[in-house]
């Protein structure tokens, strides 16, 4: 069964940085590289919301609010996923969630949490 593991959350100071990951566990190299990867994140009081996405072809997405400043990538042969939070500011926090898709759903992980103080 997959398991998606996400690390590298914090507190940060606003305008900082932050580089999440996201480990893909019990999933066949070839068949991670076939999935389009997203990153979701949750503020407190609010609905979960897409932020970045990126498919096999290493084509990326990224909602209106963190274009720019949130490139997202991918390393195949670790099968991994990354998110690279740059000039972070108060509204970034949140917990922030990696997913997959696994047959007709979504598998999430645990999520990793992402404090950005003023």
């Known amino acids: 069964q997959l398991q998606l593991s996400e690390s590298g959350g914090g507190l940060v100071q606003g305008g900082g940085s932050l580089r999440l990951s996201c480990k893909a566990n019990?999933?066949?190299?070839?068949?991670?590289?076939?999935?389009?990867a997203n990153w979701y994140r949750q503020a407190p009081g609010k609905q979960r919301e897409l932020v970045a996405s990126i498919n096999s072809d290493r084509i990326a997405k990224y909602s209106d609010a963190v274009k720019g400043r949130f490139p997202i990538s991918r390393d195949n042969s670790q099968k991994k996923v990354h998110l690279q939070m740059n000039n972070l500011h108060g509204a970034d926090t949140g917990v922030y969630y990696c997913?997959?898709?696994?047959?007709?759903?979504?598998?999430w992980g645990q999520g990793t949490q992402v404090t950005v103080s003023s």
């Open positions: 997913t997959l898709p696994v047959g007709a759903t979504d598998s």
């Open positions: 019990r999933m066949i190299t070839s068949v991670f590289n076939t999935k389009t």
